[in-house]
């Protein structure tokens, strides 16, 4: 089945404490994003990746990092998260980067942090 | 900068009523424009979408029309069933297609 994963889905953390969400895609897909999506202000681009070791920010990149050393691969990285970076989170994919390609997403990650 | 603006949610209608949820947009240029649905506990997926100006994008019995003149991109849906109950999100991406640029979201709830 075609599908874009994401683990964990559901995270509490602290201030400070390194985590990392995994994304992954079976897709072959050359493009893959990550978003964040909050209350009021829908969803806002963090981080995006053109292909294997291209990497770009988004509109709110502050406090995150990204990696592409695989193809299907796209974690996301908070070195030392903070509460105002509790959110939900996706990772999206996409075949090669037209504006007629739909995203596909995961089905989210919920991170708290306290 | 590029924008999307939803009609103030959230909207709750009784079974097999209309629906209109009203998007407009801003942006420098022809963007293509979409409707996401995300279902309770999961990620978004695409509805319908819409390339040029006056194309009609349909799916499940929604349908949105892409108007240039009003820059705006309403869903409808003639009869809307309790399955409808979502949050909807209007988008947008330009030229380059590397960001979409999402309205706030306007959550449906329909009762039977």
């Known amino acids: 089945e075609a599908q874009v994963t994401q683990n964990p889905r559901y995270l509490i953390t602290v201030t400070g404490k390194k985590l990392t969400v995994t994304c992954s895609q079976n897709?072959?897909?050359?493009?893959m994003s990550w978003y964040r999506q909050d209350p009021g202000l829908g969803l806002r681009q963090i981080y995006y990746?053109?292909?294997?070791?291209?990497?770009d920010k988004g509109d709110v990149p502050e406090g995150y990092k990204v990696s592409r050393k695989e193809k299907r691969n796209f974690p996301l990285i908070l070195e030392s998260p903070s509460p105002n970076q509790t959110s939900l989170y996706f990772c999206?994919?996409?075949?090669?980067?037209?504006?007629?390609?739909?995203?596909?997403f995961g089905p989210g990650t919920r991170l708290t942090v306290l | 900068g590029d924008s999307v603006t939803q009609m103030e949610g959230p909207v709750t209608l009784s079974e097999e009523a209309f629906l209109t949820i009203n998007c407009t947009y801003t942006?420098?240029?022809?963007?293509?424009l979409f409707w996401y649905v995300q279902y309770p506990g999961e990620g978004l997926q695409l509805l319908l979408k819409?390339?040029?100006?006056?194309d009609k994008g349909s799916n499940k019995g929604f349908e949105a029309t892409y108007r240039k003149e009003t820059t705006s991109f309403h869903l409808e849906k003639g009869s809307v069933q309790v399955s409808d109950s979502a949050v909807y999100f209007c988008?947008?991406?330009?030229?380059?297609?590397?960001?979409?640029?999402f309205g706030e979201g306007t959550q449906l709830t329909v009762n039977p």
């Open positions: 819409a390339t040029k100006a006056d």
């Open positions: 942006a420098t240029g022809y963007p293509s």
């Open positions: 990746s053109m292909n294997v070791e291209v990497t």
């Open positions: 988008a947008l991406t330009m030229a380059s297609g590397s960001r979409l640029t």
């Open positions: 999206a994919s996409q075949p090669i980067l037209t504006i007629y390609n739909e995203q596909f």
């Open positions: 897709m072959n897909h050359e493009y």
